[in-house]
């Protein structure tokens, strides 16, 4: 919640001021948090922490993939991006076999040293990279010149359509995915009868697999599909929100586990494949010196809208529909025919059903935004005044 409050500003400040030196601040904090972590002592010591990593957690996540855009020219934005966005499942992966590994061994708060104490290092990089300036890699001649502040760039961002339809496609997405990461482990638990530390395990594992396989194939499939057509990006990420839905579905509602988690794993590789391509329409579809904005803005929209809400929303509908009265209504037979059906006095089988026609939304909203995808990108070179954009001449 601390990440997704404190983006905006992070966002208005790094489109204004030097970015080298909030990105180094940002993975800082982070590292400091981290390690402050392994002192806590109780709920209000682990919430100061977590609160202050997630402050470091918008200071990077919101520079770099801004600062990343103006380091690398459009035609190779997709690849850098999708590189930069496999450190999320890497580093979780990562997380979770070597935190475990260190605390099994010396304790849960050796495990936030050795993982924070490098950041520091991270964080001194950080001030060594180059900043060529807002705009250099589209040729901007004012590169690095960075205008007053003004608080009104967040609202001049709804005014680009392919910007507001993208978003909302990613708030979709991070809707289904944080389901499967709040709900999944408990989904299996209560549901279909695993164990706590093994229905963790698998979708930690799933979770980590799918982000890796998902982000690497998207970032090849997209570049090559742009050959064809400026408007690659969206109408992959259109395509793989409703080809998920089916596999989404036969996991929710299979009584078998290993095929439940095959199924898993093939939405959540889906899902995961949209990361790289719609960051990098943000970054195409934004003018320089309003990059960090964007990605703010969208980072602030769609956790809002996505992980924030999903959780709280499938948790309402899964104590809802659980009611004698709904479950004797005809929605209860719908759902019981299907297989949704409460168990333990809750029905969290149809609570997790409610990301399907989020992902239908999804899919529409990114095919909808593909159609003002070239038009945007052009409105950006202008307003940045740079060079050619991605596949000049291609429809």
Same mark, same amino acid.
């Given at each position: 919640?601390?990440?997704?409050? !404190?983006?905006?500003?992070?966002?208005?400040?790094?489109?204004?001021? =030097?970015?080298?030196?909030?990105?180094?601040?940002?993975?800082?904090? *982070?590292?400091?948090?981290?390690?402050?972590?392994?002192?806590?002592?109780?709920? =209000?010591?682990?919430?100061?922490?977590?609160?202050?990593?997630?402050?470091?957690?918008?200071?990077?996540?919101?520079?770099?993939?801004?600062?990343?855009?103006?380091?690398?020219?459009?035609?190779?934005?997709?690849?850098?991006?999708? !590189?930069?966005?496999?450190?999320?499942?890497?580093?979780?992966?990562?997380?979770? !076999?070597?935190?475990? *590994? &260190?605390?099994?061994?010396?304790?849960?708060?050796?495990?936030?040293? !050795?993982?924070?104490? #490098? +950041?520091?290092?991270?964080?001194?990089?950080?001030?060594?990279?180059?900043?060529?300036?807002?705009?250099?890699?589209?040729?901007?001649?004012?590169?690095?010149?960075?205008?007053?502040?003004?608080?009104?760039?967040?609202?001049?961002?709804?005014?680009?359509?392919?910007?507001?339809? =993208?978003?909302?496609?990613?708030?979709?997405?991070? %809707?289904?995915?944080?389901?499967?990461?709040? *709900?999944?482990?408990? %989904?299996?638990?209560?549901?279909?009868?695993?164990?706590?530390?093994?229905?963790?395990? *698998?979708?930690?594992?799933?979770?980590?697999?799918?982000?890796?396989?998902?982000?690497?194939?998207?970032?090849?499939?997209?570049?090559?599909?742009?050959? %064809?057509?400026?408007?690659?990006?969206?109408?992959?990420?259109?395509?793989?929100?409703?080809?998920?839905?089916?596999?989404?579905?036969?996991?929710?509602?299979? #009584?078998?586990?290993?095929?439940?988690?095959?199924?898993?794993?093939?939405?959540?590789?889906?899902?995961?494949?949209?990361? +790289?391509?719609?960051?990098? &329409?943000?970054?195409?579809? &934004?003018?320089?010196?309003?990059?960090?904005?964007?990605?703010?803005?969208?980072?602030?929209?769609?956790?809002?809208?996505?992980?924030?809400?999903?959780?709280?929303?499938?948790?309402?509908?899964?104590?809802?529909?659980?009611?004698?009265?709904?479950?004797?209504?005809?929605?209860?037979?719908?759902?019981?025919?299907?297989?949704?059906?409460?168990?333990? +006095?809750?029905?969290?089988?149809?609570?997790?059903?409610?990301?399907?026609?989020?992902?239908?939304? +999804?899919?529409?909203?990114?095919?909808?935004?593909?159609?003002?995808?070239?038009?945007?990108?052009?409105?950006?070179?202008?307003?940045?005044?740079?060079?050619?954009?991605?596949?000049?001449?291609?429809?």
């Amino acid at each position: 919640i601390v990440y997704t409050i !404190v983006s905006p500003l992070v966002g208005w400040l790094g489109d204004r001021y =030097n970015r080298r030196g909030l990105l180094a601040f940002g993975v800082g904090l *982070w590292s400091v948090a981290t390690v402050g972590t392994a002192f806590s002592r109780g709920f =209000n010591d682990l919430f100061f922490w977590r609160a202050l990593l997630g402050m470091g957690e918008a200071s990077y996540g919101v520079i770099a993939p801004a600062l990343l855009a103006d380091l690398f020219a459009p035609e190779h934005r997709g690849r850098v991006m999708g !590189v930069y966005y496999l450190a999320l499942p890497l580093g979780g992966a990562l997380g979770y !076999v070597l935190g475990g *590994w &260190v605390g099994d061994r010396w304790g849960w708060p050796a495990a936030f040293w !050795v993982v924070g104490l #490098p +950041g520091l290092l991270a964080a001194v990089g950080g001030l060594l990279i180059d900043d060529p300036g807002r705009g250099a890699s589209e040729g901007y001649h004012h590169a690095g010149k960075a205008d007053r502040p003004r608080l009104t760039d967040y609202r001049d961002l709804f005014r680009t359509p392919t910007f507001v339809f =993208n978003t909302a496609g990613m708030a979709t997405v991070t %809707f289904a995915t944080g389901a499967y990461a709040v *709900w999944g482990s408990t %989904f299996y638990q209560t549901v279909r009868g695993m164990t706590s530390t093994l229905a963790g395990r *698998w979708i930690g594992i799933l979770t980590a697999a799918a982000g890796l396989l998902g982000i690497a194939v998207a970032t090849w499939l997209a570049d090559f599909l742009l050959r %064809f057509t400026r408007r690659a990006y969206l109408l992959m990420a259109g395509a793989a929100a409703v080809i998920a839905i089916p596999f989404s579905m036969s996991a929710i509602l299979d #009584p078998e586990r290993v095929s439940s988690f095959a199924m898993l794993f093939v939405a959540m590789v889906l899902l995961a494949s949209v990361l +790289g391509p719609c960051n990098t &329409v943000t970054a195409n579809v &934004v003018p320089p010196n309003q990059r960090a904005a964007g990605f703010a803005l969208c980072i602030f929209l769609m956790h809002l809208f996505g992980d924030i809400s999903s959780p709280i929303l499938i948790g309402v509908l899964s104590e809802l529909l659980a009611i004698p009265r709904i479950v004797r209504s005809p929605i209860g037979g719908f759902l019981d025919a299907i297989g949704a059906r409460p168990v333990g +006095g809750t029905n969290l089988t149809a609570g997790m059903l409610s990301v399907i026609p989020v992902m239908l939304l +999804g899919g529409l909203l990114f095919f909808r935004g593909s159609r003002h995808l070239i038009r945007d990108e052009e409105r950006a070179r202008k307003l940045g005044g740079g060079g050619a954009t991605v596949g000049a001449g291609m429809h």
